[in-house]
C-alpha cells in the first residue's frame, strides 16, 4: 500500500488521510473525531473489515492537497521513523499525480490557492449599438444599418451604451479580503457570496488563502495560525456555538466564493480600479480574469489595447 492515502470508514462517515499504516490526520469528520486532529495510532489501513479506499470523495475535496501536505509533514515531525523526507516528497507527488487526474483544485504545488472565473451569463453584444442607434435615428441591422458598437465606445466614448448588455461571473478561491474589495469597487453590480454564517468550513471546501510572495517561514507562519483557528472553530461548534459565532476566530484570508453581475460599464469600470498597478495582486488576478472573458464574449469593446493601457498604467485620462 503506497502512503499518503485516504482511507474511508466502513461503518461511519470519518475519512482519514493515512501517511503510513497507522498515522493520519481526519480529512472527513464524525461526531467523534474533529477535522485535522492527528492519530498515530489508528486502526491500521490495511485493515479492510475496518477501512475502504476513498475515492470518489462525497465532499468538495478543493482542500485535500494541503490536508496531505499536513499530514506528511506531521509524520516526519512527531514519528520520524516512518519515512525519510526524499521517501515522503516521492510518494506525495506519485500518489497526487495519480488522484489529481481529472479534478479541480484550489491548491497548486506549492500550497497556494488557484482562483477559478467562471462566465455564467452574457447579453448579445448587439445590444449595445443597436439601442445607442435611437439616439441617432439610424438603421437597425435588421433593416441594413451597419454595427456601430466599436466606433461608439473607443471613438465616440459613449460609454453609456454598455449599460444595456449584461454579464454575470462566479469566482471561487479568493480571500475574504479580496471579495470585500470586488464588491467596493463594482458600483452598479450585483452580487451573491457565500456565508460563513450558515455555511460550515468543513463541508465547504473553505480554506486560507496564501498571500503571494512569502518566504517559507512567513508561509509556516501563517498556515499555523490558520491550523490553530480551524481547530478553535471545530472545538467550539461541538460546543454548541452557532457557526455564525463560531467563524470570529477563522483568518480573515479564509477563501470564499461569489457571483456577480452587473452591465458592461459597471465591468468597465471596474477594470479601471483593478487592472491598475496599484490594485492588490489577488484582487488584479481576479479583474484579468474577468477582462478575458469578457473580451472573449465583447471583442469590440474589452479590445486588447485597452487592457494593456489599464494594466500598464492604470487610468490617467
Known amino acids: ?24 490526520h481526519v480529512v472527513v469528520h464524525n461526531k467523534h473525531h474533529s477535522k485535522g486532529s492527528f492519530k498515530s495510532d489508528w486502526v491500521p489501513a490495511t485493515d479492510t473489515t475496518h477501512w475502504k479506499p476513498y475515492i470518489e470523495p462525497e465532499l468538495d475535496i478543493e482542500i485535500f492537497e494541503w490536508e496531505v501536505r499536513r499530514s506528511v509533514k506531521a509524520s516526519l515531525e512527531l514519528v520520524p521513523t516512518l519515512m525519510t523526507e526524499e521517501q515522503a516528497k516521492k510518494e506525495f507527488e506519485t500518489y497526487f499525480n495519480k488522484v489529481k487526474t481529472g479534478r479541480s483544485w484550489i ?8 482562483m477559478k472565473v467562471k462566465l455564467t451569463m452574457a447579453s448579445p453584444g448587439s445590444e449595445i ?23 461608439l465606445i473607443h471613438n465616440s466614448k459613449h460609454l453609456s ?22 464588491v467596493r469597487s463594482g458600483s452598479h453590480m450585483d452580487f451573491m457570496v457565500r456565508s460563513l454564517r450558515y455555511v460550515n468550513i468543513n463541508k465547504d471546501g473553505s480554506n486560507f488563502v496564501m498571500p503571494t510572495e512569502l518566504t517559507q517561514e512567513q508561509q509556516d507562519i501563517m498556515l499555523s495560525q490558520w491550523e490553530s483557528s480551524t481547530v478553535a472553530y471545530n472545538k467550539l461548534l461541538d460546543l454548541g456555538v452557532k ?26 469600470d471596474f477594470f479601471i480600479l483593478r487592472l491598475s498597478p496599484r490594485a492588490q495582486k489577488e484582487v488584479r488576478a481576479v479583474a484579468v480574469e474577468i477582462f478575458k472573458l469578457l473580451q472573449t ?15 500598464k498604467e492604470g487610468h490617467n485620462d
Open 129 to 151: 449599438g443597436e439601442n445607442a442607434k435611437l439616439c441617432y435615428n439610424t438603421k437597425a441591422l435588421e433593416q441594413g444599418g451597419k454595427d456601430i458598437t466599436e466606433t
Open 1 to 24: 500500500m503506497k502512503y499518503p492515502i485516504l482511507m474511508e470508514n466502513m461503518e461511519n462517515d470519518l475519512v482519514i488521510c493515512f501517511s503510513s499504516k497507522s498515522t493520519g
Open 243 to 268: 457557526k455564525e459565532d463560531a467563524r470570529a476566530v477563522l483568518s480573515t484570508n479564509v477563501s470564499t466564493s461569489m457571483a456577480l453581475t452587473g452591465n458592461l460599464q459597471a465591468f468597465w
Open 107 to 114: 491548491l497548486d504545488n506549492k500550497g497556494n490557492i488557484k
Open 297 to 311: 464574449e465583447y471583442p469590440q469593446v474589452f479590445k486588447q489595447e485597452l487592457f494593456n493601457k489599464w494594466y
Open 161 to 182: 451604451a454598455l449599460r444595456f448588455a449584461y454579464a454575470t461571473v462566479q469566482i471561487t478561491g479568493i480571500s475574504v479580503p479580496a471579495h470585500v474589495q470586488i
